[in-house]
Each structure stands twice: as C-alpha cells, then as structure tokens.
Nanobody
Framework: QVQLVESGGGSVQPGGSLRLSCEARGNIASIGVLGWYRQALGEERELVAAVTNVSSTNYATSVKGRFTISRDNLRRRVHLQMNSLAPEDTAVYYC?????????????????WGQGTLVTVSS
C-alpha cells in the first residue's frame, strides 16, 4: 500500500522554528510534485509550498522567506523547514503528492494526502 507518512508537528512560540517531514512508502516507481498544504480552523486548505522532481519550488506569498521546502528523491522524502513562525501559521499541515506511479503491475497513478500534522504557534 502506497502512503504518505508525516512527522514533525508540534507547539512552538512565536519566532520559533519547526521542521516537518513526509515520507512516501510502498512500491513506488516515480513521484511527481510534492507539496505541503495547511488548513486552519474554519478555513479552506491552502498550498504552502511545493517542489517538483527536479527541485523547482513554489511558495505561498505568506511564507516566502520564512519557509523552505526540500526534497530527497533517493529517500522519497519532502521536508518543510519553518522559521520565524507566527500565530497565523497555526494549522494542520498536510503532505501531498500530485502523482505517484506504483512500481507493481498494473501501474496505478495516485494522488495522495498525508494524515495531517498539527502545528500550533502560541505564546
């Protein structure tokens, strides 16, 4: 079974840092764009950052200069380094893969979400 497994959420004071990680597990042939989304209470889910398989990146305006997304293709992992965190960054953060091709036959082409990890920024 192919899945995305996240780790690294938690609570931090304003100005602090957290690092989120997500690993794609299972029989996988290739992975397309990996990204992080977040959903605050009562809000819609929004894109935070994304990285292609050649490490081209895209960021939401609200996190530019504070967050850094990176990808380890060998280990099938994506990371989100979050610095200068503010209370408005509080949300559940979700890892997302827009296209995963399975290695087993018949091939499957999957869009997957992680289970979500809570980030709370509060003094």
């Amino acid at each position: 079974q192919v899945q995305l497994v996240e780790s690294g959420g938690g609570s931090v004071q304003p100005g602090g840092s957290l690092r989120l990680s997500c690993e794609a597990r299972g029989n996988i042939a290739s992975i397309g764009v990996l990204g992080w989304y977040r959903q605050a209470l009562g809000e819609e889910r929004e894109l935070v950052a994304a990285v292609t398989n050649v490490s081209s990146t895209n960021y939401a305006t609200s996190v530019k200069g504070r967050f850094t997304i990176s990808r380890d293709n060998l280990r099938r992992r994506v990371h989100l380094q979050m610095n200068s965190l503010a209370p408005e960054d509080t949300a559940v953060y979700y890892c997302h893969a827009d296209s995963i091709t399975t290695a087993t036959l018949p091939r499957k082409y999957l869009e997957l979400w992680g289970q979500g990890t809570l980030v709370t920024v509060s003094s």
